[in-house]
């Protein structure tokens, strides 16, 4: 198949967003709310229905400001469980939002959970309860009620630049044979994080049973890393607590219902072995890297003990997790699981980077500009703001929208030509030219085993040291080398070379940022045996880097030199 047989369709629009999840939506819809004369695209690999990370929905809104508490407190509470190391003129900014970006959802339709006053229900200082099955058509709907275009099954491939400025996108439709060249006065990365680039849970037919969103492939950050921007904190992975086998959410079942941590003595190890460091309010990183040393020590499995609910709270447990992983509830009925004597067993997941959770991606401003002139960024791409969960999302998508209009209406917009961007097609249509190559699926698998055995996977309690670092640097480097042997028979394989095309690039990325940081700053998320103890003195510092002439470059950022900064 050759490149002849694609249309070449040239696309004009102000606002272009990468990613149509839950930020990407957002900022569209905000775009517009603003100025309805701004023509708006959003472009989407699946979907916009259902899309991004919460395409299945929710049960909660885990970032939201309950009574009594303000921004401040919530970036004090997310400074603490970052380990003291975040950017928390990020966090603030976001805060100041959580809550009129709630109450602007539920207005278009979102079923919030009340108490007998009419209040909302509180789970914990941050959470409340929502009937979130439908979030995302929401959303999706209230995007093309607002006017915004859309473009669906259609993968992004590379960012446009024009004198250091970004200026559109490349990108191929999966269901037709169509490239698109889009030029734009602005654009909003919002293509999620990034799963896979680390052997998953479950293998074979389950593999893509996983906690994060298995289609969010690392392409929000590999885009901008090919277009040289800078990123940040991408060592600060995220390991997720969850039900074995199934990988459905535990928060449901700590903040819900009260489960405890339990080992396989009978010891409630988090308040017994672990209270000195903080105990049930330990940082997220000590919760989830403690079940993992009592499964290493041999305490193992580890369990969430549910044992003593009333048969309300088993009826309100099932139906909590049937607005998101209702296949939850046929796998206990399928395994005749006891509520009143067993108890649930959980496990760690594989790896993600993902900036709504930790906080890798790109370095942005308050404005959430990135350093490229003309990109934004918004939600799990974005860098610096952890526990965005799904108002941060929202509340970032907003700001982003908000500061790129502003952009588009100083800037005028760069007219592109179809010959600037033969470089960038060629790269994109390259898997079509070869007859006989390399498979997608295969490639994954090589990256998957790399990562999992020499970068801290799973298989390594999520442990790794500079040696092996090192070999996994000099291995995904012979990886990024056999990326030209890669071959596709159709669309479908070709948007399948992409995705791992990009998991490749961020895991390099990634890589040398977990050699740089010399320290254990997030235990699980980034163990380093070599390095075990936090380092504040020699280590409270962001790391960043910036492709350049395929090297990747360090950069250091003090934590405390842009505190002062802020404060000026």
Known sequence: MQADYFQIKKISTDLLIIGGGTAGTMAG????EIDDEVDVLIVEKAHLQRSGCLAAGMNAINAYLNPGETPASFTDYVKNDAMGLCREDLVYTMAERLNQTVQKVESWGLPIQKNEDGDYQARGRWNIKIYGENLKPILADKAVEMNCEVLNRTVITDLIINSQKVVGAVGFNIRENIIYIMEAGAVIMAAGGAAGLYRPNNDGEAAHKMWYSPFNTGAGCAIGIRAGAE???????????????????????????????????GEKFMEEKYAEQGGHSAPTPLRTYAPVLEKKEGRGPVFMDTRGLSETKIKELKEAYLDMYPDLILYWSAENFDFENDMIEIEGTEPYVVGGH????????????????????????????????????????????????KFIKKIPKTKIEIEQTEELLERMLKPFHREEGIKAD?????????????????????????????????????????????????????????????????????????VYRKETRWPAYQTRTDYPHKDDQQWLKFINSRLEDDQVNIIERPYHQLMREEQK
């Open 231 to 265: 990123m940040t904190s991408l060592e600060m992975r995220f390991i997720a607590l969850r039900i074995k086998d199934m990988i459905a959410p535990t928060g449901t079942l700590a903040l819900g219902f009260g489960a405890e941590q339990v080992n396989s003595k």
């Open 442 to 514: 295969k490639m994954e698998n090589r990256l998957q085993k790399i990562m999992d055995e020499y970068a801290g996977g799973i298989s390594k309690y999520y442990e790794m040291n500079e040696k092996e670092l090192e070999l996994a640097i000099k291995k995904i480097k012979e990886l990024k080398e056999d990326v030209q042997r890669l071959q596709a028979e159709n669309l479908h394989e070709l948007m399948l070379c992409h995705e791992v095309i990009d998991r490749i690039d961020l895991s390099y990325q990634l890589l040398h940022h977990l």
């Open 358 to 405: 930790a906080q890798a991606g790109y370095w942005i401003n308050r404005q959430r500009k990135t350093t490229c002139p003309g990109l934004f960024a918004a939600g799990d791409c974005a860098g610096g703001a952890p526990y965005k969960f799904v108002s941060g999302c929202w509340a970032e998508g907003e700001i982003a929208a908000e500061n790129a209009v």
């Open 29 to 32: 819809i905000r775009a517009k």
